[in-house]
């Protein structure tokens, strides 16, 4: 069981930037998955979740209208296409899984974590 | 909702280390435990506040009651040096929150 997050960068602020994360070794499309982040020398701070059929989407509210989640369950993977990026955004975003199948989302554990993409805004 | 940790925690080898996570009736909720070491994603350590994941060592335990859930590391030892998180779901707004963080420091 394995996620690979990509995409990270130097972005400007007001830039763009796609995040991916590869899913390996269990069946994807049966997990809600979540973009968590984490400023550097700071804590966590959840970001995103998506469920299995993209209907039930939630963001924090520090994202909400420039973060957009979604998943392709063909490719085995979760996107994070982040828009009007600002310098607080610099941070590195894990993915993450969630404890058990389930087609709606639950209140459970992420148990499964990517190693995280970095991105940086700055001029 | 919001949830909050102590900064830091010290504790000598082989004795018991708490770590606290103080919410607003957050025994009404489910919380969860991770533990991150430095450079390191982090890893589930506690599920519904006292489940432990398989190949979690029984040194770890959780509680849960009011409005302080409670991650306890009894007969701590070096490597459980790191960052502990813990996070519940806030069903009103429909967020994850993670606390502050805890960094424990094993003297």
């Known amino acids: 069981e394995q996620l690979v997050e990509s995409g990270g960068g130097l972005v400007k602020p007001g830039g763009s930037l796609r995040l991916s994360c590869a899913a390996s070794?269990?069946?994807?499309?049966?997990?809600?998955m979540h973009w968590v982040r984490q400023a550097p020398g700071k804590g966590l701070q959840w970001v995103s979740s998506i469920n299995t059929g993209s209907t039930y989407i939630y963001y924090a509210d520090s994202v909400k209208g420039r973060f957009t989640i979604s998943r392709d369950n063909t490719k085995n993977s979760l996107h994070l296409q982040m828009n009007s990026l600002r310098v607080e955004d610099t941070a590195l975003y894990y993915c993450?899984?969630?404890?058990?199948?389930?087609?709606?989302?639950?209140?459970?554990?992420?148990?499964?974590w990517g190693q995280g993409t970095t991105v940086t805004v700055s001029s | 909702y919001m949830l909050t940790q102590p900064p830091s925690v010290s504790v000598a080898p082989g004795k018991t280390a708490t770590i606290t996570c103080g919410g607003n009736n957050i025994g009404r909720k489910s919380v969860y435990w991770y533990q991150q070491r430095p450079g390191l994603a982090p890893i589930l350590v506690i599920y519904?506040?006292?489940d432990r994941p398989s190949g979690i060592p029984e040194r770890f335990s959780g509680s849960n009651s009011g409005n302080t859930a409670t991650l306890t590391i009894s007969r701590v030892d070096a490597e459980d040096e790191a960052d502990y998180y813990c996070?519940?779901?806030?069903?009103?707004?429909?967020?994850?929150?993670f606390g502050g963080g805890t960094k424990l420091t094993v003297l």
């Open positions: 519904y506040d006292s």
């Open positions: 996070q519940v779901w806030d069903n009103i707004d429909d967020h994850w929150v």
């Open positions: 993450a899984r969630d404890r058990r199948a389930s087609e709606l989302p639950l209140d459970d554990a992420f148990d499964v």
């Open positions: 070794g269990f069946p994807f499309s049966s997990y809600t």
